[in-house]
């Protein structure tokens, strides 16, 4: 992978930049989403803001349409985009079942702490409710490569993806960020780059600096 500063032309070409072999990030904001480059096409690990689908289409294009998507959690910067693009690609997308009910529209979602987060989350909150193709657990390999883990804390569902490449990739949503649960569930695993919902990405002996010190 070039570190150069001005990437490589997909990465000038489509706003993504490649963390490790055929894994993407792709920036929009104060939001990741992630695009893997798989033998059976692009899987696309969370979505984004409402409003999002065709930055993430736009940059996809040169990868392949996503045949799924994986969800970490359902808050608004994750799941905002979530059903246009399960209905503009076909993408099957996957979620954990405590996080169905404020996906399919059935609850609001579950406000965070603290007053400015609320005031924010309020703001985006008007997700466009989806269906959901497959419920995912703990220990599940929906798609090839990829082991479902489940490390509520943030919410009670949310899910982190290992794929098993390049020593190990950890998709941590926002697990990683203070919940005790999540980051001891790390501490069992192994694996040499992390990437996050939020801020930059880890590589390198990235399970050694998640773990609790
Ligand atoms: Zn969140
Ligand atoms: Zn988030």
Known sequence: M?????????????????????????????????LVVTDDGVVLVDTGLPGQAAAIERAARKLGTPHAILLTHH???HAGSAAALRERTGARLFAHAAEAPF???????????????????????????????QLVGDGAEPLPGFT??????HTRGHLSFLLDRAGGVMFAGDAATAE????????????????????????????EQLRPR
């Open 75 to 77: 808050h608004p910067d």
């Open 103 to 133: 996906l399919t529209g059935h609850f609001q979602a579950d406000e965070p702490e603290g007053r400015l987060r609320k005031f924010l989350f309020r703001r985006l909150a008007k997700v466009e409710p989806t269906k959901i193709d």
């Open 180 to 207: 005790k649960g999540a980051v001891e569930r790390f501490a069992e695993l192994d694996f040499e780059h992390a990437v996050f919902g939020h801020g930059p990405a880890v590589s390198g002996r990235a399970a």
């Open 2 to 34: 070039p570190s150069s500063g001005t990437g490589t032309a997909l990465e000038r070409l489509s706003g993504v930049r490649e963390v490790v072999d055929g894994v993407f990030a792709l920036r929009l904001g104060m939001v990741n989403v992630h």
């Open 148 to 153: 479902v883990l489940h490390t509520p804390g």
